[in-house]
């Protein structure tokens, strides 16, 4: 029988694999056989000519075991009817390596069909079935050889079970059936990685798989750099993104594990992303190089993939999305959070022939804006489009401005003092050149704060003298304003082609904001100018200078006092010295 088993092994194989084991235990009546330190072992020298020959695999295995149970099997209707039934196979302290070496002429048409394993054991069973195997406790390597390198990943331990084996004439074409299996379920109980580029490491708490149920749960799912964040930086030398990922569940639905395993293809019917957080972060102490972004928006790289992905519907379950900020300037880093976004993107797919019948992928998700307003957007992407074709449409309702006092004042050096926003809308399209749409924003008391250099005690104060002239020159306080006059923002936004796609879309919505908000161009500068050198507003020019005599016709004594020196000191309403409103006297919270 071992000379027997041994023979089958290597002629089922074309010699490829060598069967050894220290020694085997059988029992006939029971129907048991076990076989001690197993061994099977690929032979590379047969390998090598395979492959000279064309006919070399992608993978080979290389596996090891301590025990090989085999439970209640029929041998004498093995040896009369061909015919090989067992009830179990049992795998202890496995020990499994798998060896991935791509070659260009299994994915070309062979002038001759390829042996299945069916066709290697026919001659010795007409039909062999298994009910049950179990792997406990397997050491599992895969390594991956291309252009001279291995990569590869390590499990030290995971648990597969195998249910309903059947290897007979028709069971290759079962469709039920996944390598002639009704179902393996496999289970990861942790796992680390350490990706290639030498950033960034991934892992999770637990993976189960089940092919019966086409169902993938991980948990605890984890995408983060391998070091710190100034440690990213100073590699990288330049103002990339960094990202860091984390999500209790990542679930997949009806996965097709028959295209994921024979053609790297990506098929389900629900991937659900739950209870996560995505930080996305920036440091613009690093230069930025110019690369041009059009065309490689997310739709865009998603038809660029090499491999077919098809995803009906993605459920995003409550995760907070933040975009961290390093400022270049101040050295403090701000932050815009969108936090528990829930809702779905539909039809997430590269797949040409799909896209023909539904050519549009569709996100419709909700959110809280800095944990306070809440924002419900709609975006639509034409996959077909030459051009980059998308809408995005949504409402913002109440909350306070001063909310994003978290990414103005750090960045900016600028905080909103106070406001009431009411509510925001807007409906847009876009291409990848152009953003175009109406914008609406309701609001009252709005007011700025710009802000002094902070002291050695780590305090900051405000400009109150420039604010104040900011307030009542530069900016409305409110839409629609004191005489009931409401705007509607018309916003046609030029794209900067080294922006990318979520860049652009906040361009042209702030476009939006500053039309409603009666900021032309002319006076954003004005008050950039402002916030950034500390200057008087009235030293920007005439015209402020004008602005300001309005002000002081609404303020009354306050404002002019701040121009003029008393002509008398027992005149208790101060007049504009012409002499001196040209060199205003210098205020101590400029």
């Known amino acids: 029988m071992e000379i027997k088993l041994k023979e089958v092994v290597h002629n089922s194989t074309d010699g490829l694999y060598a069967l050894h084991f220290d020694d085997m235990d059988l029992n006939i009546a029971l129907g048991n056989v076990t076989l001690y330190n197993a061994e099977l072992r690929p032979d590379s020298a047969v390998y090598q000519k395979m492959i000279a020959t064309k006919d070399a695999p992608n993978n080979r295995y290389h596996i090891k075991l301590k025990k090989l149970k085999v439970r209640r099997f029929n041998l004498m209707d093995a040896l009369t009817n061909k015919k090989l039934d067992i009830k179990s196979i049992t795998f202890e302290d496995t020990q499994i390596h798998l060896m991935n070496e791509y070659h260009a002429f299994n994915d070309t048409v062979r002038t001759t069909p390829k042996k299945s394993l069916y066709e290697s054991v026919k001659d010795l069973f007409t039909s062999v079935n298994v009910t049950d195997i179990i792997v406990d406790n397997v050491k599992f390597k895969y390594s991956k050889y291309a252009d001279g390198k291995e990569t590869g990943i390590d499990l030290d331990k995971a648990t597969i079970k195998v249910h309903d084996v059947l290897l007979d004439e028709t069971?290759?074409?079962?469709?039920?059936?996944?390598?002639?299996?009704?179902?393996?379920?496999v289970f990861i109980p942790g796992f680390e990685y350490d990706l290639p580029d030498g950033y960034y490491k991934a892992k999770f708490k637990s993976l189960?798989?089940?092919?019966?149920?086409?169902?993938v749960l991980m948990t605890d799912v984890v995408y983060e750099p391998r070091m710190s964040k100034s440690s990213f930086y100073k590699q990288k030398k330049q103002n990339v993104t960094m990202a860091i990922l984390k999500f209790d569940t990542l679930r997949a639905e009806h996965l097709d594990f028959r295209q994921l395993i024979d053609n790297k293809n990506t098929i389900a019917s629900v991937v659900q992303l739950k209870n996560g957080t995505v930080d996305l972060f920036a440091d613009k102490r690093y230069p930025k190089y110019p690369i041009n972004k059009i065309g490689y928006s997310p739709h865009q790289k998603l038809l660029r993939m090499k491999s077919l992905l098809r995803l009906d519907t993605v459920l995003v379950d409550d995760v907070t999305v933040t975009y961290h900020e390093m400022s270049g300037k101040y050295f403090r880093e701000g932050s815009i959070s969108f936090?528990?976004?829930?809702?779905?993107?539909?039809?997430?797919?590269?797949?040409?022939?799909?896209?023909?019948?539904?050519?549009?992928?569709?996100?419709?998700?909700?959110?809280?804006?800095?944990?306070?307003?809440?924002?419900?957007?709609?975006?639509?992407?034409?996959?077909?489009?030459?051009?980059?074709?998308?809408?995005?449409?949504?409402?913002?309702?109440?909350?306070?401005?001063?909310?994003?006092?978290?990414?103005?004042?750090?960045?900016?050096?600028?905080?909103?003092?106070?406001?009431n926003i009411k509510k925001v809308a807007f409906n847009m399209q876009g291409t990848d050149h152009r953003n175009w749409g109406d914008f609406r924003f309701d609001y009252d008391d709005l007011k700025i704060n710009l802000l002094n250099k902070k002291n050695e005690d780590g305090e900051q104060s405000s400009k109150k003298v420039v604010s104040f002239l900011v307030n009542e020159l530069l900016i409305n306080d409110s839409n629609p304003d004191k005489k009931g006059v409401y705007t509607v923002a018309k916003v046609n936004y030029r794209r900067v082609p080294e922006h990318t796609f979520f860049k652009t879309m906040w361009q042209s919505l702030l476009d939006g904001i500053k039309q409603c908000a009666g900021i032309s161009k002319e006076r954003e500068a004005k008050l950039m100018g402002v916030a950034e050198t500390g200057k008087n507003i009235v030293e920007k020019g005439k015209d402020i200078v004008e602005g300001a005599k309005e002000v002081g016709k609404k303020a009354g004594n306050f404002i002019k006092g701040i121009f003029k020196k008393k002509e008398d000191d027992s005149d208790s309403t101060p007049q504009i010295d012409d002499k001196k409103k040209d060199t205003p006297k210098k205020d101590s919270d400029e």
């Open 339 to 419: 936090n528990h976004v829930n809702g779905n993107i539909l039809n997430v797919t590269n797949d040409s022939v799909y896209l023909k019948k539904n050519k549009y992928m569709r996100a419709d998700l909700a959110a809280k804006v800095m944990n306070a307003g809440l924002l419900h957007a709609k975006l639509g992407f034409d996959m077909l489009s030459d051009n980059g074709t998308h809408t995005y449409s949504g409402t913002l309702g109440a909350m306070q401005a001063p909310a994003f006092n978290r990414i103005l004042r750090p960045l900016l050096n600028v905080e909103i003092a106070s406001g």
């Open 171 to 185: 069971s290759h074409q079962d469709s039920s059936r996944l390598f002639y299996t009704k179902m393996v379920d």
């Open 208 to 215: 189960r798989i089940n092919t019966r149920d086409q169902n």
